[in-house]
């Protein structure tokens, strides 16, 4: 099925076409921060942002989410609910779509698949937005990504000026806008119109970080004193992880509701050293550097080793938001120039 | 010893706004050992009336009431604090009341500044031979209380 | 007007080349427009690296607790009086820092700047005392640096060092009517109703990243009262009422501690406005115990001591 | 696709007491379903989540024998929120359990060759748990000569005390109890586990040796047996992380690329060498 034009003043009229039937979530401005929220009707979202402050992570792995209620007395015990009606995530830009492949693919693997997050992940439509103005702190391009990939999106659109075009990449988001009548096939000039700022996005993003080997160049950089220079000034708080898209760690606690017990599991971050500290006291990370050392293997080596392809999307938000400005790019210069 | 207090009694801890019989608050009072525990002692030998709101827990020192206490009461929906204590100068460790003069005037402060209703935490010096100012300052502590109405600020779950 | 950078080199490079420090901790420049970074220099040839301009916001003191290498670090008026805080409370070894002061005409809040160009993102920028100018895609901007100083450096006192080895470039003038507890004071104007009403909201969007307790230099406990679990005194979870109680706490803790020098606002990812909670702390002690955070070495902390006329009006008569 | 963080409720049927300062006891317990307390299966060296509903949960090594049928064994230390729970509770307090997790020890790998079991302290528990499996009338003969090393700080902390005493009666199994140091009534031998092993040098003909312990001993234990000529994928370990999930999600418990609670906890030597040494 080829590709829609949708008008930038039908925008609140197509997105209310879902509302009701779907669950809708789109960036929405709070206070000074954009963030992905659910919205009731079209007109709560502007499209014209650079990235929300926070990746949509937090829609399928919400920072708190409860497994299951024990009540007491009671047998057995009260699951929490399970996903409910579909969802529409309106508005993601390409690298938080490749993102939640990455996360998928992770909380699907083994033998143990993660049912409370793929469960919300099921009943999902990303509708993506494609980047014509890429910030100077992304680098998906050096990481496979593209300001215009479309991987993890059912649908994608470009903004075109005054007129978006509606590119269908996948049967579900088909279904989306079939039904839709009113939306005006794309012409021969808009796809054209399209595929430029595709390129001025791609070259805007030039020079890229070389990252062609890095997986197997940190095999053997376990030891490396390079790791000594790298943490010095990071202070490890939970801003980098917090904000990553493709960052899952998470910790289970109790929490007593008084009239029972409720296991909950909430973020957690390889930087903070409770991470790993054993109830013996003995702790196999005892210092920012291995914590640091930690954070860069996993994304860089220890993921792509177990899926071949980098744990990371180069979003940017880790070098934008950073208390220290510790820029992971200068740490993957660091490591490549080794 | 604190935790079993608040767990066990926790129960208790009264719906919102109950209806039908007029609402009581629920308000844990820090009684330090040596004057306020005793003028509480007075007061119950003289066969004097006090409201039964409080809950007494003795500590040994005003200065042992920890701010986490004050504020974890809070959270599990208590409805008041008090915490009393020698005065100045009649400490049995010296300076323990006066220390904690400063300590509780700062956290009070803050937690009012926040939000938490003023009357919520409340502090007094009951020597121990006060059983009559002992009622009459818990008389003062319900009456606040009660005006306030159910807890609802910092509640956990709430 | 002289280049503070170059003399701060100057310094840097004597003091790593007589053996004096093993280690200078300063500012060097950022990977993205209008930033600076850490930097940790061992070697006299690599000194060049430091800069000293409105972007160097960060807390120096921070690097300078559970190390036991001599260093020398840059400190402007607020890192100074840490640095006191820290001293007096027995967290950093006196002779084994040495401490390069700089008079300093307040840091930048880039999110003020980010915030006033709106989607345009600034691709270059140079920074002095005076001036801001920015470029970026189609658009080219001057913008006055006192415009977007960070809030705690438009009420300053402090902008010379209290505590210095070394003293790069002149005193400049203090500010002494500033009126720094203006928020405090609106805040405090309003209903407890409202007041509650606007902290949990200004702190309901605390994602518990912990920075601002990271980036601290007073927050050095090596177990946190909220990483506790025998007794678990609050909850890890982003529940408002255990994150509210973490900052109130936080506060409290800060009280007759807290310098001001604003890292955390600063830190802080969801641009929470964590001045407004910690100025009362602050403000409480120097109005009832006339006690001002950093600047005597000698001076008991506040809460560790007492008077006997410290007030008592709040307690029930 | 089931819920795999949702425990199967299970009641502490009896609780034994192991050592002298009782800050160790074994708990049994049953599921209350009895349909899955038949069915339940596992590999000695395996472990499970146990949670204590209001402290948490945390990964205990199943201390009893696959062969021991309808009950689950878990021999817990009182160290941290969640045993501190379990130790002040009594027969009948309702828990949660689920697993198996982790891979446990290769007990067809060690088909008939001979087995030297090296444990140390209470990290001894499943080695027992492997040991009362080989001994096992059904399983003892798949099995060549068996040598039990187990050594504890003192005669107190010697868990397993009743196995301990059961075994010592066998005469297919060498088995040698040490103490580091011994008390009044002691009569066995003294000694760190390290020296023990070294004088008692099993042959390592043929032989897998199966270590756990605390990181003490282990660094001791290596060298000695490499002497004794075990080649490093003959030397099989049981590695200590903090976990939380249990199933390889959590992200905590990773030595390099390899998962403690699902590729582990049972690693080679060989293994272990080609993994960063972050443990």
Redo the contacts between chains.
């Keep these: 099925m080829n590709s829609k034009i949708l008008g930038k003043n039908q925008l609140t009229k197509f997105i209310d076409e879902f509302i009701g039937e779907y669950r809708v979530f789109a960036p929405v401005k709070k206070g000074k921060i954009i963030g992905f929220d659910e919205i009731a009707s079209g007109k709560e979202t502007c499209l014209d942002f650079q990235n929300t402050k926070q990746p949509p992570k937090s829609v399928f792995f919400p920072q708190t989410e409860v497994l299951f209620e024990y009540k007491k007395g009671e047998k057995g015990l009260e699951k929490a609910g399970s996903g409910d009606r579909d969802k529409i995530l309106l508005g993601m830009r390409p690298c938080d779509a490749r993102a939640l492949v990455i996360f998928d693919r992770f909380f699907s693997s083994g033998e143990h698949e993660d049912l409370p997050y793929l469960q919300k992940r099921e009943r999902t439509a990303v509708v993506g937005l494609a980047c014509n103005h890429p910030l100077n702190t992304c680098f998906c391009t050096s990481l496979g990504g593209s300001p215009f990939g479309s991987e993890g999106m059912d649908l994608k659109l470009v903004d075109l000026g005054d007129e978006y075009l509606v590119e269908i990449l996948t049967n579900k988001g088909e279904k989306l806008v079939e039904d839709i009548k009113w939306l005006r096939d794309a012409e021969e000039s808009d796809l054209n119109r399209a595929r430029d700022l595709a390129e001025d996005a791609e070259n805007a993003m030039k020079p890229k970080i070389s990252t062609d080997g890095l997986c197997d160049k940190l095999d053997g950089m376990f030891d490396d004193p390079v790791w000594e220079g790298i943490h010095q000034k990071c202070i490890g708080c939970g801003v980098c992880s917090f904000l990553c898209p493709t960052c899952w760690c998470f910790d289970v606690l109790d929490e007593d509701t008084g009239t029972g017990v409720k296991r909950v599991r909430i973020w957690d971050t390889c930087q903070f050293p409770l991470f790993t500290k054993q109830g013996s006291g003995f702790n196999p990370r005892p210092s920012g550097k291995e914590r640091m050392r930690q954070r860069i293997m996993h994304k860089f080596n220890y993921y792509p080793k177990d899926f071949g392809e980098f744990g990371c999307v180069g979003c940017g938000r880790c070098v934008r938001e950073c208390p220290v400005n510790l820029d992971i790019r200068e740490v993957i210069r660091a490591v490549m120039s080794v | 010893m604190l935790?079993t207090l608040i767990a066990e009694d926790?129960?208790e801890?009264p719906e919102k706004g109950k209806s039908g019989d007029e609402w009581e608050p629920k308000i844990i009072a820090f009684l330090c050992n040596w004057c306020s525990y005793a003028g509480a002692d007075l007061a119950g030998i003289s066969r004097i009336q006090y409201p039964p709101n409080i809950r007494v827990v003795r500590v040994p020192c005003s200065a042992r009431v920890s701010?986490?206490f004050i504020?974890?009461i809070l959270?599990r929906?208590w409805d008041g604090v008090l915490v009393s204590g020698c005065h100045?100068g009649d400490c049995h460790y010296i300076?323990g009341n006066?220390?904690a003069?400063?300590?509780?005037?700062?956290?009070?402060?803050?937690?009012?500044?926040?939000?938490?209703?003023?009357g919520r935490v409340?502090?007094?010096?009951i020597s121990a031979a006060e059983g009559e100012r002992f009622s009459k300052?818990v008389k003062?502590?319900v009456m606040r209380v009660k005006a306030l109405g159910p807890a609802e600020?910092?509640?956990?779950?709430? | 007007m002289e280049d503070l950078g170059k003399t701060m080199q100057d310094v840097a490079r004597r003091l790593l080349e007589e053996g004096k420090v093993d280690l200078i901790v300063g500012y060097e420049k950022g990977t993205t427009p209008i930033r600076s970074t850490p930097c940790f220099i061992r070697e006299a040839g690599d000194v060049q690296k430091l800069i000293w301009d409105p972007t160097c916001e960060a807390n120096l003191t921070k690097y300078l607790l559970d190390r036991d290498e001599r260093i020398g670090v840059v400190a402007k008026g607020c890192d100074s009086r840490s640095i006191v805080v820290c001293l007096a409370e027995g967290q950093i070894d006196r002779d084994r820092v040495t401490i390069i002061g700089v008079p300093c005409q307040g840091v930048i809040n880039r999110k003020k700047i980010e915030a006033e160009l709106d989607k345009q993102e600034v691709v270059e920028a140079t920074v002095n005392d005076e001036e801001i100018k920015v470029r970026g895609e189609g658009f080219e901007k001057v913008l006055p640096t006192t415009n977007y100083l960070c809030d705690s450096c438009l009420s300053c006192r402090h902008r010379n060092p209290v505590i210095y080895d070394f003293l790069v470039g002149e005193k400049v003038p203090e500010v002494e009517d500033a009126n720094d507890f203006a928020e405090v004071e609106e805040l405090e104007s309003r209903s407890s109703e409202d007041r509650w009403d606007y902290f949990t909201e200004e702190l309901g969007s605390c994602i518990r990243c912990y920075a601002c307790r990271n980036v601290c230099p007073m927050c050095y406990c090596k177990e946190c009262f909220v990483d506790e679990t025998m007794p678990q005194w609050f909850g890890k979870t982003d529940d408002l009422s255990d994150t509210m109680i973490f900052h109130i706490v936080r506060a409290y803790h800060l009280a007759g501690r807290c310098v001001d020098c604003g890292a955390c606002s600063r830190a802080c990812p969801m641009e929470i406005n964590l001045r407004a909670l910690r100025k009362k702390a602050e403000k409480i002690v120097k109005e009832r115990f006339d006690y001002e955070a950093g600047t005597d070495v000698e001076e008991a902390p506040v809460l560790g001591t007492f008077k006997q006329d410290d007030s008592q009006e709040y307690i029930i008569k | 696709m089931s819920n795999p963080y949702i425990p199967n409720i299970a009641v502490i049927r009896k609780i034994i007491t192991e050592n002298a300062v009782n800050d160790i006891k074994t708990f049994e317990v049953v599921f209350e379903d009895p349909e899955l307390a038949e069915s339940f299966t596992f590999n000695p060296g395996q472990f499970g989540m146990v949670s204590y509903f209001g402290a948490g949960e945390c990964p205990i090594g199943i201390a009893s024998s696959p062969t021991d049928q309808g009950f689950l064994q878990f021999t817990i230390k009182k160290v941290g929120v969640v045993t501190t729970a379990l130790h002040n509770s009594m027969e009948g307090q309702k828990i949660g359990v689920r697993g198996p997790y982790g891979n446990g020890w290769p007990i067809e790998a060690m088909e008939d060759k001979n087995i030297v079991i090296v444990g140390g302290g209470f990290a001894f528990t499943t080695l027992r748990s492997l040991a009362k499996y080989m001994l096992h009338d059904e399983n003892r003969d798949r099995y060549k000569d068996i040598t039990i090393i187990y050594g504890a700080r003192n005669p107190g902390e010697l868990s397993y005390k009743y196995d301990l005493e059961n075994w010592g009666k066998r005469n297919d199994l060498d088995l040698v109890i040490t103490v580091d140091k011994g008390d009044a009534e002691w009569t066995g031998r003294e000694g760190y586990v390290p020296t023990i092993l070294k004088e008692v040098s099993p042959s390592s003909e043929n032989a897998v040796a199966a270590v756990c312990g605390p990181p003490v001993m282990i660094r001791f234990t290596m060298p000695v047996l490499t002497e004794l000529g075990f080649q490093p994928d003959r030397i099989l370990l049981s590695l200590e992380m903090r976990m939380k999930c249990g199933i390889g999600k959590c992200g905590r418990c990773n030595v390099g690329n390899k998962f403690v609670c699902q590729d582990g906890p049972v690693f080679t030597q060989k293994e272990l060498e080609s993994m960063p040494k972050e443990y």
Excluded: A, H
């Design positions: 935790e926790d129960k801890v701010p986490y504020i974890k959270q929906g100045p300076s006066l220390v003069r400063r300590r509780f005037s700062v956290l009070k402060d803050i937690l009012e500044y926040v939000g938490v209703e003023p409340n502090f007094s010096w300052v003062e502590v600020r910092l509640v956990k779950g709430g």
